[in-house]
C-alpha cells in the first residue's frame, strides 16, 4: 500500500512540475510567498507527522491506520525535498557553466586599446593568446 502512495505522489509531483514548474517559482528570488508556503506546508506536516505517532496510539481509534495518515502527511515533505535536490542540481549546473565558459578578452592587455575581434593588437601589433 505504501509502495502505491509513494507512487501516486511521485505522479502528482512529476505532474505539478510540468504544469506549474515548481522548482522554477521555488528558486525565484521575487517569488518568496510561494516559499513559504512549501515550507509551512512541510513544518506542518512534520509536526502533524510526530502528532500521529505520539497520540493516535494512545487514542485507540478503531478504524483509522496509521499507514494512510502518515501517507496523507508525507507529501509536502517528498514535495519539498523534490524541490530541494532539483534546486541543487540547477545550481551545480550554473557553477559548471560558469567554470567551462573560457574568458574572452576585449582588450589588449599590453597597450590596453580595445581588440577588433581577431587576436591581434591593432595599435601595438602583439599577438594575443
Known amino acids: 500500500m505504501k509502495f502505491t502512495i509513494l507512487i501516486m505522489y511521485i505522479c502528482i509531483i512529476f505532474f505539478l512540475e510540468n504544469k506549474y514548474e515548481i522548482v522554477n517559482r521555488f528558486e525565484n528570488k521575487e517569488n518568496t510567498r510561494f516559499k513559504k508556503i512549501i515550507n509551512y506546508m512541510c513544518l506542518i506536516a512534520i509536526i502533524l507527522f510526530l502528532l500521529v505517532h505520539l497520540l493516535l496510539p494512545k487514542l485507540n481509534v478503531h478504524g483509522i491506520k496509521n499507514t494512510y495518515i502518515e501517507s496523507i502527511l508525507s507529501f509536502p515533505i517528498f514535495l519539498r525535498y ?48
Open 82 to 129: 523534490y524541490i530541494h535536490i532539483r534546486v541543487r542540481e540547477i545550481n551545480r549546473n550554473k557553477q559548471q557553466q560558469i567554470k567551462k565558459e573560457p574568458i574572452q578578452l576585449n582588450f589588449c592587455y599590453f597597450c590596453g586599446s580595445e581588440l577588433n575581434g581577431s587576436n591581434i593588437c591593432p595599435s601595438c601589433g602583439k599577438v594575443l593568446e
